[in-house]
């Protein structure tokens, strides 16, 4: 069992996030007309709008919720903010989005499997991506009954520590999730297992996000037509009205210069 959880916590986050940067950088060389999400609003646009802006705040607020909460070193908050409150904060605010999520990814995946315009234009991996997200919004839950069970912070600890430790390439990761219960332990797999389905998924679209950020500096884009122009008509191009240019003074030179 102990080798199972080194390799689940210390080696399996670091074949994820491989795939992840590797994945996505091959896909953007190769099929950069794949780097999209593929929306079905054309198709069927009822649903989507409640259960795609649902999902994305829940799910945007909860990724920067986890980044930040994960990666800070104690020290930094410490001054200002006990473990036992921090945990708190993450319990209320996570539980909040964490429900405007999963009941966004509820609708899109019931969309998915319901309506028989979608469903016939789905790909086998959106559906997968969908089912994997809902029981991730599922697991991320059920973690807060049971955090509520030590308030103190310690599980809250260990398991920043344990993401630190794998970000900053420091051994020792995976014991600190030794002792953890099943759902946390459940819940961070899957989560490392999304990184992985990342680059072969829609999910890359992501990426664009970021991209966006070099409209700012970029210049601007020359669009030019395929269509073939059709000439000006000569009336059009020279109109009657026009005022006849002066005419220019005849020039008379004397016989032995040149002008």
């Known amino acids: 069992m102990k080798y199972v959880n080194e390799f689940l916590f210390g080696v399996y986050p670091y074949i994820c996030l491989t795939i992840f940067f590797l994945g996505s950088l091959i896909r953007f060389d190769r099929d950069q007309y794949t780097w999209k999400s ?9 649903q ?18 986890h980044g930040a909460g994960l990666l800070t070193p104690h020290f930094l908050y410490e001054p200002f903010i006990s473990a036992g409150h921090k945990q708190l904060v993450a319990m209320v605010s996570g539980g909040l989005f964490g429900v405007l ?12 499997l ?39 912070g310690s599980m809250m600890m260990k398991l920043a520590e344990w993401a630190q430790r794998i970000v900053t390439f420091r051994a020792g990761a995976a014991d600190l999730l030794a002792g953890a219960g099943w759902v946390f332990k459940a ?13 072969f998924t829609r999910l890359v679209h992501v990426w664009s996000g970021f991209g966006t950020l070099a409209y700012f500096v970029r210049p601007y884009q020359v669009v030019r037509t ?16 026009a005022p006849e240019a002066p005419a220019l003074p005849e020039l008379v030179l004397e016989p032995g210069k040149t002008a």
């Open 226 to 241: 395929r269509r073939p122009l059709k000439a000006a008509p000569a009336a059009a191009a020279s109109p009657s009205h």
């Open 114 to 152: 319901t309506d028989p315009r979608i469903r016939a234009t789905s790909r086998t991996s959106d559906i997968m991506l969908l089912a994997l997200l809902w029981v991730q919004f599922a697991l991320g839950l059920l973690t807060i009954p049971l955090s509520a069970q030590h308030m103190d």
């Open 38 to 46: 593929d929306s079905s609003q054309l198709l069927r646009h009822g």
């Open 187 to 199: 819940h961070m797999f899957l989560g490392m297992t999304l990184f992985l389905v990342f680059p």
């Open 101 to 112: 999520g999963f009941i966004g990814v509820t609708i899109l995946l019931n969309r998915r």
């Open 48 to 65: 989507l709008r409640w259960g795609s802006n649902l999902f994305h705040v829940g799910i945007l607020f909860l990724l920067a919720g």
